[in-house]
């Protein structure tokens, strides 16, 4: 009689060092990047500029910034992007376009980046087409992207976070087998 032994192999994954970076105008950009930071679990950081864009005039400028795919340039980080195997960046759809201070950062990070994933918020449409505009800033292509709506945001950022997180790790550990 022959037995068969049924043996699991063991084989340690290594955990991924992440880091979620984005800008936030209103608010809901920084939620669901905290639900990301929450989840995956991951390093946050706000991008912060010189010029404001709150009020009246700051969505006046933003507007017009984003029209004319204009870039602005944002404080230095706290982390070193070279030190995360996955960099979360999230921008706020501005004129079914990139938020300045994103597009400026994606510019300015390109070749520092190993891994991105990508999430953009908007209030109705056009947040498919900013996560399609970060793609094309960025080399390598992003392992996952999110495009999500304010309301969805809002009700429960959790499931939009680990739906994001889970595409995102899952690609990730791919790259290594």
């Not at 994954?13 to 669901?32: I, P, Y």
């Not at 938020?99 to 990508?118: D, E, H, I, N």
């Not at 900013?130 to 499931?159: F, H, K, W």
Request: charged share 25%; with cysteine; glycine share 6%.
């Amino acid at each position: 009689m022959v037995r068969a032994l049924h043996v699991e192999a063991v084989i340690p994954q290594r955990q991924a060092k992440a880091l979620v970076v984005f800008f936030s105008r209103t608010g809901t950009n920084r939620l669901l990047a905290e639900s990301i930071a929450r989840v995956c679990p991951a390093d946050i950081e706000e991008l912060r500029e010189a010029r404001s864009h709150a009020g009246a005039l700051g969505w006046l400028r933003s507007g017009y910034e984003a029209t004319y795919r204009l870039a602005s340039p944002t404080s230095p980080l706290r982390s070193r992007l070279e030190a995360y195997d996955i960099v979360f960046v999230g921008s706020p759809t501005w004129n079914r376009a990139v938020s300045s201070p994103v597009r400026g950062f994606l510019r300015a990070s390109a070749g520092k980046l190993k891994c991105v994933a990508l999430f953009a918020t908007c209030a109705e449409h056009g947040a498919e087409d900013v996560v399609a505009e970060m793609a094309g800033i960025l080399q390598p292509r992003p392992l996952a992207t999110l495009a999500a709506r304010e309301a969805e945001v809002r009700l429960n950022s959790d499931v939009q976070a680990r739906e994001l997180v889970r595409r995102t790790l899952g690609a990730w550990q791919i790259t290594f087998e």
